[in-house]
């Protein structure tokens, strides 16, 4: 089955950049779009951004300024950066499949198990 | 951006009660609207997309209905395994946005 994985360092130092990998097994990147979220006590769930493996990204406004998203089919993997972290940014960042379902309504329908990062000096 | 409310914040439930949480858009999204469940330390879970239709491996007593600014996911005969806090998500306008989720608990 399809499973997704989230990794990278838990604690980032302020003005630093973040940097995520999602590792997918059980389905070729290629075939699908795929989305970042994060969840703060603060704001609740935030839509980051996604990427389609043609290069195509969409990005939240809020935060489209520091975020880059790539991805590498070689590893079947697909990345996040975020760039002058603050203390706002800490937060568990989820990966996710980003799916249209036959109506063509987009959803999250996998997840991965979600990492914590910590902005902090 | 949308702006997705969702009521009750917090609810408390008995095994085999009957749920109804709503979720409410500040603008016409149509069909655009997914559900979500999400237990403590926990990734969310996909229950109900397209506002009404059931993900794969989801039990029947969960389902949705609704349309354009008002949407409801009910839970029938409430089981131990449904205590978690549910989110509704649209995707009809860039960025998506979730409600701020409703909290179940005994």
């Known amino acids: 089955q399809v499973q997704l994985q989230e990794s990278g360092p838990g604690l980032v130092k302020p003005s630093e950049t973040l940097s995520l990998t999602c590792t997918v097994s059980?389905?070729?990147?290629?075939?699908?779009?795929w989305s970042w979220i994060r969840q703060s006590a603060g704001k609740g769930l935030e839509w980051i951004g996604r990427i389609v493996i043609s290069g195509s990204t969409n990005y939240n406004p809020s935060l489209k300024s520091r975020v880059a998203m790539s991805a590498d089919t070689s590893k079947n993997q697909f990345s996040l950066k975020l760039t002058s972290v603050t203390a706002a940014d800490t937060a568990v960042y989820y990966c996710?499949?980003?799916?249209?379902?036959?109506?063509?309504?987009?959803?999250?329908?996998?997840w991965g198990q979600g990492t914590m990062v910590t902005v902090s000096p | 951006d949308i702006h997705m409310t969702q009521s009750p914040s917090s609810l408390s439930a008995s095994v085999g009660d009957r749920l109804t949480i709503t979720c409410r858009p500040n603008?016409?999204?149509?069909?655009?609207l997914n559900w979500y469940q999400q237990k403590p330390g926990k990734a969310p879970r996909l229950l109900i997309y397209?506002?009404?239709s059931l993900q794969s491996g989801v039990p029947s007593r969960f389902s949705g209905s609704g349309s354009g600014t008002d949407f409801t996911l009910t839970i029938t005969s409430l089981q131990p395994e449904d205590f978690a806090t549910y989110y509704c998500?649209?995707?009809?306008?860039?960025?998506?946005?979730f409600g701020p989720g409703t909290k179940v608990d005994i």
């Open positions: 397209a506002a009404s």
């Open positions: 998500q649209q995707t009809f306008s860039s960025p998506p946005t």
């Open positions: 059980g389905v070729s990147i290629s075939s699908y779009y």
């Open positions: 603008q016409n999204i149509y069909n655009y």
């Open positions: 996710a499949r980003w799916f249209a379902s036959e109506s063509d309504v987009y959803d999250c329908d996998i």
